[in-house]
Each structure stands twice: as structure tokens, then as C-alpha cells.
């Protein structure tokens, strides 16, 4: 199988594995049931969150490069709010500044080329008071375990789309001009090399979002 095939056919399939499990599912009822209003959840995938948002959202955009995914979320049982669903790029994103009070990110910041710019990106796009949500895997904190990480992440980056196992999640957010509110880390078993970050992050007061 060539690599087109291989990146339409398999890795969507590994993707759903992965990050349709019940060990992420109690993370993802937890982080994505209280939000409301607008919500925009960047590399939405296959649709696997879907489920797990509840009725005070009040429109829900899912975002995704990969138009494979996007038909798979398409097929999920809809949801009880207004669904769209776009083909798009983060950082170059097809949204009015400011149009949503929540963006969700569920283990899309170890695959994107410039992080650093797909948060400003978002930043840009909160409304005031908004905030943004993540679920991701990075770096532990453990120096042998992290060396592991750095050791294989140019494996997961050719098998897994780019993945990245050895980002530093924190603080790529708050280099992004966020501040961190709540932060939940753990080793996510039975991996033995993902750290788990969970957490809410707001837009800083000094941080000004740049212009469109």
C-alpha cells in the first residue's frame, strides 16, 4: 500500500483506535459537558467528541485538514444543537475574529507543523471571555521517560501523521499568549510514554490577538 493509501485508509482507522477508547473517554465527558454557547473544536477528527457535548452548546463548528475524517463525523449520530463541519486550516482560519466562547483542542497540538501560530490562531478567534479547552498528550516530566520520548518521536512522527511525543504542552499555550487556569497532568497508561495535559487556558489581558 502506497503512502496516499496508507494516510486515507489506515491511520484514520488508527486515529478512531486511539482516541475513541475508554481511557480518554472520562476525560472528554468531564472537559467538554460544561461548555456552552459557541464552540469551535479544531482537528475534530472523526467525531469522536461528539458525544460528549452537551445541550448548552449552542453551535458546535468541527474543523479538520482531512476530508476522510470530516465523512466519518458526518456518519456519528448527530448531535441535539446546530453541527457544522468544515474542511480547514487552523491557521489560516475561515472564522470572523472573536466568533466563539469556547476552542477545543483534543490531541491535535502534537501534530501541527507551527503550534506556536495555530494558538494565536485560536486566541484570535475566542470572544471576550472566552476560553480555550485542551486535551493533549506531551512531554513528562520525567527526564528518562522525556529522553524516551525525544527518541521515538521521529517514529511517531512518520507513522502517526506528524505526532509529536515530546512537545511541552504548557508552555506552548502560554507562549501562544494564553494563561493557564486549570492544568491536570498524568502518565497515560498502559503507554508507559504519554503524559496526559488536561486543562482551560484564557486569552492574556496583555496579550493582543494580531490583526486578521
Known amino acids: 500500500m502506497g503512502s496516499g493509501g496508507y494516510d486515507t485508509t489506515v491511520l484514520p482507522r488508527l486515529s478512531r483506535f486511539a482516541l475513541g477508547g475508554r481511557i480518554l473517554a472520562s476525560h472528554r465527558a468531564s472537559l467538554l459537558s460544561p461548555l456552552r454557547g459557541r464552540?469551535?473544536?479544531?482537528?475534530?477528527?472523526?467525531?469522536?467528541?461528539?458525544?460528549?457535548?452537551s445541550t448548552g452548546v449552542r453551535?458546535?463548528?468541527?474543523?479538520?485538514?482531512?476530508?476522510?475524517?470530516?465523512?466519518h463525523a458526518r456518519r456519528q449520530r448527530q448531535p441535539p444543537f446546530p453541527l457544522a463541519l468544515?474542511?480547514?486550516?487552523?491557521?489560516?482560519?475561515p472564522f470572523h475574529d472573536h466568533s466563539f466562547d469556547f476552542v477545543v483542542t483534543t490531541w491535535v497540538l502534537c501534530l501541527l507543523p507551527d503550534p506556536g501560530l495555530a494558538?494565536?490562531?485560536?486566541?484570535?478567534?475566542?470572544?471576550?471571555?472566552g476560553?480555550?479547552?485542551?486535551?493533549?498528550?506531551g512531554r513528562t516530566h520525567s527526564r528518562l521517560v522525556g529522553a524516551l520520548q525525544s527518541l521515538l518521536t521521529p517514529v511517531t512522527y512518520r507513522v502517526c501523521g506528524g505526532c509529536h511525543l515530546d512537545r511541552r504542552i504548557d508552555r506552548l499555550i502560554t507562549g501562544a499568549g494564553f494563561r493557564i487556569?486549570?492544568?491536570?497532568?498524568?502518565?497515560?497508561e498502559p503507554s508507559g510514554v504519554l503524559t496526559l495535559y488536561e486543562g482551560v487556558a484564557a486569552p492574556r489581558a496583555d496579550s493582543v490577538p494580531p490583526s486578521a
Do not use: W
Request: aromatic residues 4%.
Open 59 to 71: 453551535h458546535l463548528v468541527g474543523l479538520d485538514v482531512s476530508a476522510v475524517a470530516l465523512r
Open 181 to 188: 487556569e486549570s492544568l491536570h497532568t498524568q502518565p497515560l
Open 86 to 93: 468544515v474542511r480547514g486550516n487552523i491557521e489560516h482560519p
Open 39 to 53: 464552540v469551535l473544536e479544531v482537528g475534530i477528527g472523526s467525531g469522536t467528541s461528539l458525544r460528549y457535548y
Open 131 to 137: 476560553k480555550l479547552v485542551f486535551l493533549e498528550h
Open 119 to 129: 494558538l494565536s490562531c485560536m486566541r484570535r478567534l475566542l470572544a471576550p471571555g
